[in-house]
């Protein structure tokens, strides 16, 4: 009996095992039922996409040295012209709200012929040339190395003073031919100082676009300069209907030869 006992309790056991191999075998096979532990690490939060790994790490800006040296020349020739003309520099920026402000800065001084004019409006030419450097190298091209864009900066600031320095050639043109000196010199007096505020506002917004590189604040750079131009639009046009040589449509073809179109221009020239 004892025997019989012993030969039940061997085959008991040696069906357990068999059946305990294949559960196992099942589970681990690959067709298992079960995920095993080394499934629910591959299927869980740290599984490697397909195509790569996915980073919400924002990307460098690609700009870098040549950046830096054109912010610090611009505050470098801001400071100089707050140390030696600071009266000047707050009647520049509120006459960019007021006709009757600009009538003042003009009398203490003519525009045209004032030093801090002049330091002003570089700033204005390095700021605007930066950013529009900035939008196509880091939006548009995403192109990296220091070289190319310290090129493509150069050809930015090139351009962009001959068109300004263009304007107020092609400005005196007209002004000859329509007989209009007064307000070509108005047209280019508000130029100078709508230049200005906008040089003083981009050299304080690049420095946060660089330290954050956040795409979405270059755009809102974009639309604070078209929301500028169009301020200055609205006031070269009242101030141009007071005009008696200019009728209606003279004013808006003048207008739109020497501001409108410049800007389609240089709208398409940076989304290339």
């Not at 019989?4 to 690959?30: K, N, P, Q």
């Not at 003083?200 to 795409?215: A, D, E, G, H």
């Not at 809102?220 to 070269?236: A, D, E, W």
Request: glycine residues 4%; contains cysteine; charged residues 15%.
């Amino acid at each position: 009996m004892m025997k019989d006992f012993t030969d039940t309790l061997i085959r008991y056991d040696s069906t357990l095992s068999d059946s305990h191999e294949r559960e196992v075998a099942i589970d681990s096979g690959i067709f298992s039922l079960k995920p095993t532990i080394h499934q629910h690490a591959s299927e869980g939060f740290f599984q490697e996409h397909p195509i790569g790994k996915v980073s919400n790490t924002p990307k460098a800006p690609t700009s870098s040295a040549w950046l830096i040296v054109v912010i610090t020349a611009g505050f470098i020739l801001l400071a100089w012209s707050k140390h030696f003309h600071n009266s000047r520099l707050m009647q520049y920026l509120t006459a960019t709200f007021s006709s009757k402000q600009l009538d003042i800065l003009d009398r203490d001084r003519k525009i045209m012929s004032d030093p801090v004019n002049i330091i002003l409006t570089i700033i204005y030419n390095l700021s605007i040339s930066a950013v529009i450097c900035l939008y196509v190298n880091d939006v548009v091209m995403q192109q990296s190395g220091e070289k190319l864009l310290l090129v493509g900066y150069l050809k930015s600031l090139g351009l962009f003073a001959t068109v300004f320095l263009g304007k107020f050639l092609l400005i005196n043109i007209l002004s000859n031919i329509f007989k209009i000196d007064n307000y070509a010199y108005y047209h280019k007096a508000n130029n100078v100082v709508f230049g200005i505020f906008t040089g003083l506002m981009l050299l304080v917004l690049i420095p946060i676009y660089y330290f954050t590189f956040n795409q979405n604040f270059i755009w809102m750079i974009f639309v604070l300069i078209l929301i500028i131009q169009v301020l200055k639009l609205i006031r070269l046009f009242r101030v141009g209907i007071s005009v008696r040589r200019f009728s209606i449509i003279y004013l808006f073809l003048y207008l739109c030869s020497l501001e409108i179109i410049p800007l389609l221009i240089a709208v398409k020239f940076i989304s290339f």
